[in-house]
């Protein structure tokens, strides 16, 4: 079975940046779109960004000024970069992506952790 692979997690400053990226582990067809979401300890996971197969962006407040989504569509490859990391965006980062073929599914990658610590 397809799965989403997620890199790029790890300790970083406050202040700091990091890319997470995330893949499929094999061929997906009829990718809808995808996504990032993150989790905080004892804190419901919650949406950060999306963006369609077009290229069409959508950012939660969660996402909004420091982080950037992006997407290689020829890598079905979908990037996060964040930029002047706070300790509160210390979560498991997971991505999602949605595909319409042949039936309607969502995928989801097992979470990257991300820590923001000095």
């Known amino acids: 079975q397809v799965q989403l692979v997620e890199s790029g997690g790890g300790l970083v400053q406050p202040g700091g940046s990091l890319r997470l990226s995330c893949a499929p582990s094999?061929?997906?067809?009829?990718?809808?779109?995808m996504g990032w979401f993150r989790q905080a300890p004892r804190k419901q996971r919650e949406l950060i960004a999306t963006i369609t197969y077009d290229g069409l962006a959508n950012y939660a407040d969660s996402g909004k000024g420091r982080f950037t989504i992006s997407r290689d569509t020829a890598k079905n490859t979908v990037y996060l970069q964040m930029n002047s990391l706070k300790p509160e965006d210390t979560a498991v980062y997971y991505c999602s992506l949605k595909s319409d073929y042949p039936e309607t599914t969502d995928y989801w990658g097992q979470g990257t952790q991300v820590t923001v610590s000095s």
């Open positions: 094999g061929s997906i067809f009829g990718i809808n779109g």
